[in-house]
């Protein structure tokens, strides 16, 4: 009885020292990685208040948030099971923090920071489009992986329940039946760009088609809730006006 009550002990304190980091991933007794989802949020907030206190300008704490802070946020979002919800939680607060230091009102609808449709393009990215983007590379690399045993297990992505990662099928769908014609969109004279087709595009290729399909997407459920907005998505009827799109210079 001893015998067996030491072994318990020696096993439960083997599992309970500390966390081991395997291959960029923190694991503990619990194998799950709802401690791991507050632990980004918690690494959000710090990075804010951070930025926060610094004394730049406002237009440089945001490109110290888009260039600094968002990068290192992809990482743990790429490698744990983070659900989507807890996204849209940390992109609201990068959002109340970006309409501070750009000085416009809190109003301001997060259309006019991340649609690239808009008339006033703004050099920022939305981090639930990451997000998305990301685990979309993910699928793509378990599942055009060269390992045979990686290539046969089938991966099992979790995403929470507002967003999930077979919405790719129907990113490729959409892909398969762009083949009607090519059209040129802005500036851009006719024939200045190549067609892309599904059917004949490989590995790399066609991850990058599903993913800018995804980008896609996220812009046109953008511009359906702009023209919902009737004061800030009047932009949404100005045929004549150009896109101006503002840079970092």
């Known amino acids: ?95 109340k923090f970006t309409r501070w230091w750009l000085g416009v009102p809190p109003g301001l609808t997060d259309v006019a920071m991340y649609c690239r449709k808009a008339k006033l393009r703004l050099p920022l990215k939305s981090i639930l489009e990451e997000y998305k983007c990301g685990k979309a590379r993910l699928l793509f690399m378990l599942k055009d992986s060269e390992n045979p045993i990686v290539k046969t297990v089938q991966p099992n992505i979790k995403t929470g329940r507002k967003w999930k990662v077979e919405a790719l099928d129907e990113a490729k769908e959409c892909l398969k039946i762009k083949v009607i014609g090519q059209t040129e969109t802005d500036r851009k004279e006719l024939g200045s760009s190549t067609a892309k087709w599904w059917s004949i595009a490989e590995g790399k290729e066609k991850r990058d088609m599903v993913i800018s399909e995804i980008r896609l997407n996220e812009d046109s459920r953008r511009v359906q809730k702009a023209v919902q907005q009737p004061q800030q998505g009047q932009w949404t009827n100005w045929d004549n006006a150009l896109q101006n799109s503002h840079t970092w210079n």
């Open 1 to 95: 009885m001893r015998r067996r009550h030491s072994q318990w002990q020696i096993s439960r304190y083997q599992w309970s020292v500390k966390n081991q980091l395997i291959l960029g991933r923190w694991y503990d007794s619990s194998m799950k990685d709802t401690k791991r989802g507050l632990e980004t949020v918690e690494l959000a907030t710090e990075g804010f208040l951070a930025i926060n206190r610094c004394g730049l300008q406002g237009k440089l704490k945001v490109w110290c948030l888009q260039f600094m802070l968002i990068p290192k946020l992809l990482w743990p979002f790429l490698v744990y099971e983070i659900c989507s919800t807890t996204i849209k939680a940390i992109e609201a607060k990068i959002n």
